[in-house]
């Protein structure tokens, strides 16, 4: 396969930055407590005061430790099998296994570069999204579609699968829409803006993660062999959603906030049965590649 080595190096330069920021992120202490500030829309917001995540909102910095929880021992170590099973045999199965690794931490640098208040680790934030964009670009053109295409059991592609990419795309709007509708109905910020300009995870997931689902839903029932690589990224990116949703709710409840029932079911639960799902399909796209 192309850019084999390339591939490779980027690989190793992500998981040695990411297992850095996600340490700092979870073990990094300062001294200090949490301590209230007004923001520019005049609204009282609590700041978490300690740690790497000092100047984030008391709501936001258990969520970041979260997502950092599920890469340092989820998204890491899954790079690193794939790395390790793409250098010892390279296949269709091993690098299309590396592109979706490399695209979960593609989703993680966008949000920790543009969701995080400036701190001290903002260069290495800055490497892992340069790394893992451009890993992106060259692990995408060392796939032959047209092969990959030709190694998938068509029969893995079905009415269910259908179904799921449908929802899961119809899902992330219910999920944040109507944060939005309601702030603009209300001619007011949305309700959690705190101390930031804008939340990530809704421009991530309706400006890109949603739009992409259609587009893998499109290229497989036209039998386009892209279909599938995107299937892949979509399948582990929900995965590890579904993951970093849930370490960031418990770690919110371990600083005790708690969140209502209806931003449980309407928020939480979706994307934990998502990646569920996704996790089903992930293991049967794999077991259907030839060879």
Not at 58 to 64: E, K, T
């Amino acid at each position: 396969m192309k850019n084999s080595r390339s591939i490779h190096i980027i690989s190793i330069l992500l998981i040695i930055c990411t297992l850095v920021t996600t340490a700092m992120g979870l073990f990094f202490k300062t001294p200090g407590t949490p301590y209230e500030v007004v923001n520019h829309y005049g609204d009282v917001v609590r700041i978490y005061g300690s740690g790497l995540y000092k100047n984030d909102s008391y709501f936001m910095a258990p969520i970041a430790k979260g997502t950092d929880f599920a890469f340092l021992f989820i998204g890491v170590p899954l790079l690193i099998i794939s790395l390790i099973l793409d250098v010892k045999k390279e296949s269709y199965r091993s690098r299309l296994r590396l592109l979706s690794a490399i695209s979960i931490f593609a989703y993680y640098a966008t949000s920790i570069c543009f969701g995080i208040t400036y701190n001290i680790l903002h260069l290495l934030y800055i490497a892992i999204f340069s790394l893992s964009i451009f890993g992106l670009i060259v692990c995408f053109r060392s796939i032959d579609e047209d092969i990959l295409k030709e190694k998938i059991d068509g029969s893995f592609v079905t009415k269910g699968l259908y179904i799921y990419l449908f929802v899961s795309g119809i899902s992330i709007f219910v999920a944040w829409l109507p944060d939005i509708a309601t702030s603009l109905l209300h001619r007011q910020s949305l309700q959690l803006i705190e101390v930031y300009t804008t939340q990530i995870t809704y421009v991530l997931d309706m400006g890109l993660i949603s739009p992409v689902i259609f587009i893998c839903i499109y290229s497989l029932f036209n039998n386009k062999g892209i279909g599938f690589s995107i299937l892949g990224i979509i399948l582990m990116t929900c995965s590890i959603v579904g993951v970093s949703v849930s370490a960031g709710t418990l770690f919110q409840y371990m600083e005790g906030i708690v969140l209502p029932i209806p931003v449980l079911v309407t928020k939480v639960s979706i994307f934990i049965v998502l990646a569920l799902i996704s996790l089903m399909f992930n293991i049967r796209l794999y077991k259907n590649i030839k060879g």
